[in-house]
């Protein structure tokens, strides 16, 4: 590997990009000594919480705070749930009953539409045996079957 005119590095036949040259790094020591910024952990606020008489009842009320509005939506979309699932029952009741009372007058027509028919029958038999077929009544009938007399 080595460097061509134009300051890339080759290696082979194959160009490399130029290699960066110019970085800039801070000793180590002067890494260690720079002052960080002081971050506060979990463990540390919930220490200094601990440590102060009323932090323990500061901390659940900022808890308490905090989940308030997020425990109110969930009961108000559990309400919500619960009225809609009453709503769907009374609605079920009310459609099994509507199919129940449907199968049962359903039922009840197809009776009906048999006595009204045997009672048609009945009542033709009773005219045809009152009346004996006149000649144009016959005719009638020959005339609508396509026969002639």
Do not use: W
């Amino acid at each position: 590997m080595g460097l061509n005119g134009n300051g890339r590095a080759e290696y082979g036949s194959v160009a490399m990009p130029p290699m960066l040259t110019h970085q800039t790094r801070e000793p180590a020591e002067q890494r260690e000594l720079a002052p960080r910024p002081h971050r506060d952990n979990l463990s540390e606020i919930l220490a200094r919480a601990s440590k102060s008489p009323d932090g323990t009842q500061q901390l659940k009320e900022i808890v308490a705070g905090i989940t308030r509005e997020p425990r109110a939506a969930i009961e108000e979309i559990e309400q919500e749930i619960a009225s809609l699932r009453g709503q769907i029952a009374v609605r079920e009741q009310t459609l099994v009953e509507a199919i129940g009372q449907h199968a049962n007058l359903s039922k009840e027509a197809v009776r009906g539409m048999g006595v009204v028919r045997q009672a048609l029958a009945q009542i033709r038999d009773a005219f045809d045996a009152a009346m004996p077929p006149t000649p144009t009544a016959r005719s009638a009938s020959q005339a609508s079957n396509g026969q002639r007399s």
